[in-house]
């Protein structure tokens, strides 16, 4: 009998082929798995709501939820969808609005992910009597006590395969077990095989508890093994655009959302010399290193290289590396250690402030009861707001949002 036979997962099935492949592996491992697509926050053509008229969320459209529902049809598992527009407005788009509102640059999938994808849906899981949550994730989860429990197992074969005496056999294994280890960790979050689809930075937040009900089936895989995979399963998903974009937000560029429910102030665009160039529409269209929608024309272009919010001032460049933007050091808040446990500090590992950008030397320390992080070479464009990912080789340690940028 299969160990899994009598496992039930519930995967959070979106009807991309990510989500739907994960579901037809868990599947073939003979899991009972049960598919939950999940209804998001839309917006509305009229914020007021006297003309009710939906703005599909990309996320969770009436085509991805039917693509989701024939998928589960199409591998005979049970298929629920749920609604969560309440929380996830209250925690993902109001968040997003109070954040730009406040001068910082949110990432609303982080959020998602904590509050929803791995907050509520474990709940709704759990409800519903699995033992497990999966998602479509590229990243890979490590059982550590599984893992030393399998190499112990097999140094135990090897040993009585070439016959070793009793009594060095006891010695070594006795040696094995006592090797160093942290007993604290149970779970390890690694980045995926595939690194160009690698999504541990939006997963920082989770930790032992929640890892210990989480699967990731597709982080051992390519991405274009998934879409053979796809092809082997039948499942008609295979060529499905991916988006990568704020699912909640129409337009690539999110000004027009912003400006539909956040009451922006004009001002003044300045250089460095505080030469006045135009005029501004409102402090929150605007984050260090932008170049889009400044509306500068003739002498452009121009980048955003500071935000001064006491004199509603957009400060602006023609250097695109202008050296104000480039920053070493910084201050985190609300940091999440995925081990559960902080490590000596000063610490040194790699870490990264946005989600595209190669991962850097950094040291972590507290210094009067702050957590300070100082890179090994300036970073671009650091917005407080963004969140701070920290690694160890493969593995995600952890992270936190960050609070203040230092030169």
């Known amino acids: ?143 550590v006590i599984a893992r030393e429990s399998q190499q112990l197992k097999q140094f135990r074969h090897c040993a009585q395969r070439i016959k070793l005496r009793d009594c060095f056999v006891a010695f070594s294994l006795t040696a094995f077990a006592q090797a160093p280890r942290n007993d604290n960790v149970n779970f390890r979050l690694l980045k995926a095989k595939d690194e160009n689809k690698d999504q541990s930075y939006f997963l920082y937040t989770l930790n032992q508890k929640k890892l210990a009900r989480c699967l990731f089936p597709v982080g051992d895989y390519e991405k274009q093994e998934i879409r053979k995979l796809a092809k082997k399963f039948n499942l008609k998903i295979v060529d499905k655009k991916e988006s990568q974009e704020i699912c909640f937000i129409q337009s690539k560029y999110y000004g027009d959302f912003l400006r539909k429910y956040l009451k922006l102030v004009p001002g003044k665009i300045v250089n460095k010399n505080g030469d006045i160039l135009g005029e501004h529409k409102g402090l929150p269209l605007y984050t260090i290193g932008q170049r889009r929608d400044i509306g500068i024309g003739g002498t452009g272009p121009y980048y955003v290289i500071g935000i001064n919010r006491r ?19 910084l201050t985190v808040k609300k940091i999440n250690w995925i081990s559960g446990k ?66």
């Open 1 to 143: 009998m299969s160990i899994n036979k009598h496992k039930k997962v519930v995967i959070g099935m979106s009807g991309g082929v990510d989500s739907s492949v994960a579901a037809a592996l868990l599947k073939e491992q003979d899991y009972e798995v049960v598919g939950v697509f999940m209804h998001f926050w839309h917006d509305t053509i009229d914020k007021n709501k006297t003309i009710d008229m939906r703005i599909e969320n990309r996320c969770c459209s009436r085509e991805a939820e039917e693509s989701a529902r024939k998928v589960a049809q199409k591998l005979g598992i049970k298929f629920y969808a749920i609604n969560v527009s309440k929380e996830f407005k209250k925690a993902v788009v109001d968040y997003f609005l109070d954040e730009y509102n406040s001068g910082r640059t949110p990432n609303p999938c982080i959020e998602c992910n904590r509050h929803i994808k791995f907050g509520i849906m474990i709940d709704k899981a759990l409800a519903l009597g699995a033992d497990y949550v999966a998602t479509g994730h590229y990243v890979r989860l490590q059982n």
């Open 311 to 329: 004199k509603n001032n957009l400060i602006v460049s023609n250097e695109k590396d202008d050296k104000s933007i480039y920053s070493k050091n």
């Open 342 to 407: 902080i490590p000596k500090l000063p610490f040194k590992m790699k870490a990264k402030v946005r989600y595209r950008m190669d991962s850097e030397f950094a040291v972590i320390d507290k210094i009067k009861e702050k957590y300070e992080v100082k890179f090994s070479k300036p970073q671009r464009a650091i917005m407080p707001g963004q969140s701070i990912v920290f690694y160890k080789g493969n593995e995600t340690l952890g992270g936190g949002i960050i609070d203040k940028v230092n030169c």
